[in-house]
């Protein structure tokens, strides 16, 4: 084998790890309330929808409101019918904007996080 087709080769699969690992993080796809929505009623539950399955130990949800202040969540659990979806039950919401953070590991042990807003009107 000469230089240049062991320098390929080893291109080759430093590319293809990278984009597995890209590929394995938990993403936020989908959540109730969605991203920068009014609501006129304040929601019941907070879902979050990832596109991989969640290890439940490391995965939370936060919410912040006025003054950043942490609004405590009841019932906060990933599903075990559905192993990528993590819910959480607010308290009764005033009208104002919040904060949803959150943090996910997926099973293979990358940790992501994020954020989003809604307003309660």
């Keep these: 084998m000469n230089f240049k087709h062991a ?19 938990a993403k936020l796809e989908d959540s109730e309330p969605k991203a920068a929505s009014q609501l006129s009623t304040a929601p019941r539950e907070i879902r979050l929808q990832f596109n991989e399955a969640l290890e439940s130990a490391f995965t939370k949800i936060r919410l912040v409101g006025a003054g950043n202040a942490e609004i405590a969540l009841s019932r906060q659990e990933v599903s075990k019918d559905n192993p990528k979806l993590i819910t959480a039950v607010p308290p009764a919401l005033a009208a104002g904007e919040y904060h949803v953070q959150w943090s996910a590991m997926a099973h293979d042990g990358h940790k992501t996080k994020g954020e989003f807003v809604f307003s309660v009107k």
């Design 7 to 25: 320098v390929s080769i080893t291109a080759a699969v430093l590319l293809v790890s990278a984009v597995s690992l890209a590929q394995a993080h």
